[in-house]
């Protein structure tokens, strides 16, 4: 009991401490800090680092980054935040250079509002420690920012200690530049970056987009005219220095031009007008766009259309927060929500999984180790009593099936128990209040 009360104890300071203003916390005293590093250092000047719970919370944090899951975008998952243990989420995602991705977390309605730390890493080639990139802990809980090159980002979502509930989470892919022929999208273009020219001596560095002989071409962000002249290849062309995102945008391939170099424009503004002047003599009129840092990338991630969001999932709320074990008498759990998906690990049919997250037909559940990974719906079944035992002696139930996990509740010897799972020489049960937790197998 005395164990109980320290516990609690920490816990309620915690909750005071996160309790200030945020503004003075998270902003004033540690500028340089995100807000998920500003907590942590609050947990360990604290002394809350040392404990069971500040450990689980800070061991979450490093294992959602290092073990992320996998997933394709757009994406879309119903999430759940259980507040009796420490839990976060890392999704790994593919992300071109000039995508916007934005971000958005939304708490369902009903739900006690805790403060929840998102953030944006960018995974490096050689392994070195993930790059900060953006992060958000108020009540919008989203953010945008664009992707600087072709590369592997991580987005950690974790809340607060000893707060809970469900919430949706949404990742998707906007374009950085407005598009740059008037009354045109995407789906104009014919040409794309990197297929081959003049026999294959050389490949194209840009996307070709048709339109009508005299369509506007517009400029695509905020900046000012670098260059307006002729060459033979491009024919009547335009540079556009990018201010927005310090980049060069280039325009070709032009029936007139409208500007002059040194002359500021804003997106929408015309700067020429679509033809096929240069070496497109002999195509169809179309702007040849491209963008340039410190040499050509691919145009096409700068302006392609937003995505549409996927399906709502459709495993009920429900779902969300319940134990599962599997139907057959082995599960295999996937990096990501397809059948082809890499192995993160396997489960046997005593062993419970924690459902915290449901895309589509998948559910993102985790094992008592901590590990995540995806299931099919109905792949599992709710986690019904195996049986129902007396404990012998007094014991302490446990958050995690470890001796030195936090204890979150003391049992007197004669309690009746329901046997959810088992895992190792530990027991996932439930007490008659409802309330789930570790036993050791000697307790029992």
Known sequence: MLLRLRTLSAALFVLFLTACSQSQTLQGIFQQSTPHEAYARKLKQAGLAETALGRDWLRAADQALRD????????????????????ATGLRYLVRAGETIQISLTLAPGTQAPKVFVDAFELSPDRSAPRHLAAADTAALSFRYVA???RQHVLRVQPELLRGGRYTLRIRREPSLSFPVKGKTDAAVGSFWGMPRDGGARRHEGIDIFAQRGTPAVASAHGYITRV???????RVVWLADTDHNQHLYYAHLDKQLVQPGQRVKPGDTLGLVGNTGNARTTSPHLHFG????????PFPFVRRPDAMPPVPKVLPSRLGQWVRARETRLTLRRMPTTTGVTAATATRPTPLLVL???AEWLRVQLPTGRTGFVPAKAVLTATPLRRENLTLPTDLRARPTADALTIAALPAQTTVAVLGEYGKFRLVRQPNGRTGWLAVAAS
């Open 68 to 87: 992320s899951l996998v997933v394709k975008l757009p994406f879309q998952e119903s999430g759940f935040f259980p507040a009796d243990r420490a839990v």
């Open 148 to 150: 600087e090159a072709d």
């Open 229 to 235: 002249n002729e060459t033979k290849l491009g024919g």
């Open 291 to 298: 963008v340039y840092r410190n040499g050509a990338v691919d």
């Open 357 to 359: 997250g449901a895309t």
